[in-house]
């Protein structure tokens, strides 16, 4: 019976899976049709069915997006030849300006326009590109005298450093008139563009590497100086440096009585580069002691990328010299100095030329420092981007401070040294007639024949040294820095000097003793003091009346 009853189990058991198979089946076909239904494009009630209508109305569609476009881009084109043509209008404007111009300077300049050729008509863009060949920007011009050079001055984006000053300027002050202000933030600006988007020859092509370059914005901007030269144009030296790097971007820009124009951009790697300040000393133990405090905290704590060379004259003080030397070295672990003694009446350019030579491990950027100076970290970078071999050199003009006895007379003693270091009327002025601090690379130095070695006594090396610079083809930068002060120490003018130095020294002793305000009060001391006793003998009269 068992036998007979599994045959119908079986048969049971297979209808039901045919059902359920049919069943999957019609579900999946319903599925499909409905995304057959969901993926078919949508047409109007005239062309729902697929054939010959259909693919006219695709054809429509996309002329209508390539008309959509074309209009679109029609427009722009027609916008670029409305500014084109604008342009246009406007340098044809300037070349009749130019050409009115040398028409009224030259006659015979003024025939060639009249006959009207297209040849003999100026180009304004070679016009302007032949004022930055004329200009010292790439090339130094060779100059008769100290007095020839053009100087720099120095900017932040904060503050302006000046030289002159007249009466009523100060040597570091912000740009009141809106103009001069309005040209420094352009300046600024302008090179930010430059920065921002480098050109083909920089070698920084493609939209990937833009993509990825970190951009520059007004806060990286640290330091630029501008000078014009008044039958050429104005040049602009600008840097700018992100926080977190070690390089510096450097732009040249010059206005020639025009719109700015690049002359080059550039990125300075100052992270390797070694300074070596060389101080000629003969005595003033107490004075180099106060310059060692200095150096200390910026050049061994900041900075780390220093030598430091003294060429010590003399017996007398020498030993004391070495001692402050080796302190600071088994303090705070530096060994990077030299000390060079010479048994022989002191002469700073002879100094300054053993110390230059006493390196012996190549090109080496040199920063030529009395053992009065007092400079920041600032400075070191300001050396640093302003030199390069065989180009340029740099002759910073140094903050001399003021008699602090006479600067600080209303007070018991006189502050700190730090709390003197401020860029006032009062309290200094911008040594602009000494040449003695500078920075150059070794090999210009030798290049150049060094210092006079003629000259003895105090001053006039320093000038024949500018005076070598100024006749070669070297770029000479010369501009007030903000970091670098000259201070005050009583001078004493020997008889031995001849009558040009003990002229130059005296003329130093007057400058560097006190403001044209202070001195004022000094001279008229006595005729101040009359006019106090009298207004005191009135008052005195009056309350006993």
Known sequence: MKFLRMPRRGLVFQARTRWLLAGLALFFSLLLFMYLLECTPQTDGNASLPGHIGESYGKEYYQALLQEQEERYQTRAMSLKRQIAQLKLELQEMSDKLKSAQARKSPSFNIMVHQGTKEQTPNLLEFLHSQIDKAEVGLGAKLSSEYGVVPFESFTSMKVYQLEMGLTRHPEEKPVRKDKRDELVEAIEAGLEVVNSPDEDEGQEGDETRGERELYNENDFVEGYYRTERDKGTQYELFYRKVDQMDYRHVTLFRPFGPLMKVKSETLDTSKSIVNIIVPLSGRTETFLQFMQNFRDVCIYQDKRIHLTVVYFGEEGLSEVRRILEEVARETDFHNYTLVSLNEEFNRGWGLEVGARAWEKGEVLMFFCDVDIYFTAEFLHSCRLNTEPGKK??????????????????????????????????????????????????????????????????????????????????VVIRTPVPGLFHLWHEKHCVDELTPEQYRMCIQSKAMNEASHSHLGMLVFREEIEAHLRKRAYRTNNEADS
Not at 401 to 416: E, R, S, T
Not at 426 to 439: A, E, H, L, V, Y
Not at 450 to 469: I, M, S, T
């Open 393 to 474: 050199v740099f002759y910073p003009v140094v903050f001399s401070l003021y008699n602090p006895a006479i600067v600080y007379a209303n007070q018991d003693v006189p502050p700190p040294i730090e709390q003197q270091l401020v860029h006032k009327k009062d309290s200094g002025f911008w040594r602009d007639f000494g040449f003695g601090m500078t920075c150059q690379f070794r090999t210009d130095f030798l290049a150049i024949d060094g210092f006079d070695l003629e000259v003895k006594g105090w001053g006039g090396e320093d000038v024949h040294l500018y005076r070598k610079y100024l006749h070669s083809d070297l």
